[in-house]
């Protein structure tokens, strides 16, 4: 492969790729994408059974999510050439990748919450809490229309 | 010389004619708001944040005065609300994130490790005009109605029912932002691909070390308030709900990701003080700092561990008890690397060969202020106590303890320390020796009444106390403090500028330190060195013997 | 010290030679695309909490979003990527008129983007689906979803794709900026690559952040609760 004459002696950081590895690299993205749109039509709540069924909808997100982080690690690799860069980048770009986990720890005190009940609210109802417009509390939040709400999560300890 | 670093620079080997520094280098008010030197940055930011400061103090003023009489008598609490948040905001968006990184940092971090300027000057320059506007629209959104969110902006609050101007005070904290992470990612590249030959990592200074982990956390944390406050300005202007609760939001969602920078941002105050004071502590003791790796080391240890602490501002709010506890451990663990760093300051100055000059006496009141701020914060750590101190003066003692008296004590060490390198001229050091020992009283009998205050349960952000008048003494002694503390603060002033014009020329190495920066001339050429450097010897390699001939050699007036 | 004082040289005074200067590029670049990534990580996290707790009113809201039209928009962001990481690679053969031209594509398919973008969002404005006063009352339209939860979903939906539209209409401005600079033959150009790589890694990064949303957003699975489980 050709070098850059600026950088020939800086060895494999400014190599040129091939048009092909590109083109290659943007038909593996497009599988991918064709792929996380196929994912998305299957429903593993259905094709799971019995009790499995509720975890379905996870495996749905962790397969759309899974696709897309290797797509974007594709993309880091080879579009924006991380995998030819030197190490000090490399930790660089890890380093956003590292500490978004440790962002996301927050889950660690939405899954881990416990709480007392309080007059008035229903859990996972949030009609029942306090509204926009302070001192109008009215008793519309016992309305039984509410009582049967499908949209509560049932592994969510949030509500 | 005292000192023994083998450069081709040296007094000696002047460049042939007038030599031009950077301050000479161009008079035109052009050369100046368009500069890419990164020193002439500095100088802009000092005059900028010192402004902001002096603003921030003012209406500390005004806070000490309300509270002198339990009443409440001088503002109403709609105005009293409006005059903390302002205080709140400017001191730390525009100060206390800014002065010693944005000054210090920019004009020393190339001269430290060698370079001819930072990696981006550009976006340097950029950094400082996204500060100024960002203190333009927190100053404007002040005067202009007002906020009265407090500096934290807690949602639903600041984004439904505050009817101030919170919405431009968010669009300017975050081009302050933005200002902070430019800088960062500046001191980064620059440390990581600009050290001169020779500067190898264990031999950069600790104010570098200190800077590049202030970078780190300016880049990691900063983005997440950034997105944090953007979304508020959303729900405001856009009606975009995000927090709302009254939709099924959670405001607490806020708080997690505000403070998941802001307890980190507490580090981008103090790490850079920290860095100063190391400096400082080694020049004055005239010994290499005990311990260099662990302080290093420690400075990032600071950085990684304080993204793990945020829950602890949170102990009171729905936040689960599971992940207090989490939090309330690492907040312990997180004194280890800070109690590192004093005690190998402590142990550097033992058997140290110390002069008290004025940069020392702050340094040595930095020790002091902040160990008391920092062990009571490790009173605020364990999750019981805090239930029973938050949002009392306790709190606001300690934090005060820990961001006036780390971050302000260093900036004034700092600015002391490297003030003839900066302009070329010795102030009076007589003078500023008296006035660090006023500002540490001052500051101790402003904040340490506080503490007793708070733990009697005096609540803060309160502007009238007449259901407990026994609180009284406490915040009369405490305004009696803020006077000493504002003169303390004015002084300086005075003597630093007088010195501009009065000063004796300072050599290259007033203070006898060893170091980068003082093998250049004072004021530094544009271009820092007029030799490019190659450093062969360690950091803070002080040799007592030829220290104990050069003071024999040079008599008592070389130091005082 | 090969580049002091050297107006037109691509090297800046303060690095020693280009291959410095290049590095410290590199390395300035990636580090701002850390930021970016914590910056849309806080909005990640503001998704994943809601749609966590509100599963089944989020996947009925989802509904009315259309997954062909992000679709093609993944597709064209991918196109795109795929020419700027060829205009990089003309840069680095200094083929001028490949890289503006490759380059023009790049900015055509921004257009195109945001052509589409027009159209769902005025689409979703037509019937009342922006958040605040004026959102719709009727739960018809979202096919039975909690309309205040919904508001969050849009919410979200304008504030994520909204931020992300944002950074491709920079990216389209900074690459119209960098045409004109190849357009006029300007050193710091075409002298080296990197300054065409960096605006191609900002670039990228853009895509990046699509190639999260499009799943997030358009690509939602039936929860187990919409299922009729229990």
Known sequence: MAKSPLHAAEGHAHEIHPVSMYVRTALILAFFMV?????????????????????????????????????????????????????????WALMGFFFLPVLFSVFCDYGTRTHEQVDGWIPGQSETALPRVIGSRDQEHLDPRFANDQNRNPKSSLY | MSTTVTTPIGSGEAAPGPRLNYLTNGHSLKSWLLTEDHKRIAILYLISVSFFFMLGGAFAGMIRYELTSPAGNVFESDAYNRIFTAHGAIMVFLFLLVAVPAVLGNFLVPLMIGARDLAFPRINLLSWYLYTAAGSLILISCISGGVDAGWTFYTPYSSLYSNSNVSLCLVGVFLGGFSSITTGVNFIATVHRMRAPGMTWFRLPLFVWAQYATGIIMMLGTPVVAITLLCVIFERTFQLPIFSPELGGDPVLFQHMFWFYSHPAVYIMVLPSFGVISEVISAFSRKRVFGYHFVAFSSLAIAFLGFLVWGHHMFVTSQSMYQGVAFSLVTFLLAVPSAIKIFNWTATMAKGNIHLNSPMIYAIGFMGLFLIGGLTGLF??????????????FIVAHFHYVMVGGTVMGFLAGLHFWWPKMTGKLFNDNIAKWNAIVVFLGFNLTFFPQFIAG?????????????APEFQIYNILSTMGATVLGIGFVIPVIY????????????????????????????????NFYYSPIITDDVYDYDPVAEHEAIRELGANRQH | MSAHGHADSPVKFQYEDIDQQNDTYVIGMWSFMVTEIMFFGGLFLIYTLYRMNYQGDWWKAHEHLDWRLGGINTANLLVSSMLMALAVRAAQLKDRIKVMTLLSMVVACGGLFMAIKYVEYSGKIVDHLYPGPSFTTNPEILHGANLNHAQLFYGLYFGMTGLHGVHVIVGMLIISFLIKFWYQKKKVVTEDYIPTELIGLYWHFVDIVWIFLYPLFYLMPKPFTVLGGH
């Open chain 2, 496 to 527: 630093l500028i007088k010195s501009l014009f009065t000063g004796a020329q300072a050599g290259d190495n007033p203070w006898g330190a060893h170091g980068l920066e003082w093998q250049t001339t004072s004021p530094p050429p544009t271009e």
């Open chain 1, 35 to 91: 792929l996380t749109i196929v994912a998305a039509q299957v429903n593993f709540g259905e094709i799971l059974t019995g009790h499995n069924r509720q975890y379905g909808y996870y495996v749905n997100n962790l397969v759309a999510v899974g696709i897309a982080a290797i797509k974007a690690f594709i993309v880091v690799m080879f579009f924006m050439h991380l995998k030819w860069a030197s190490s000090t980048a490399k930790v």
């Open chain 2, 455 to 467: 733990w009697m349960g005096m609540p803060r952000r309160y502007h009238y106390y007449y259901f």
């Open chain 2, 380 to 393: 605020l750590a364990a999750m019981g106590m805090d239930v029973h101190l938050t949002a009392t003066y």
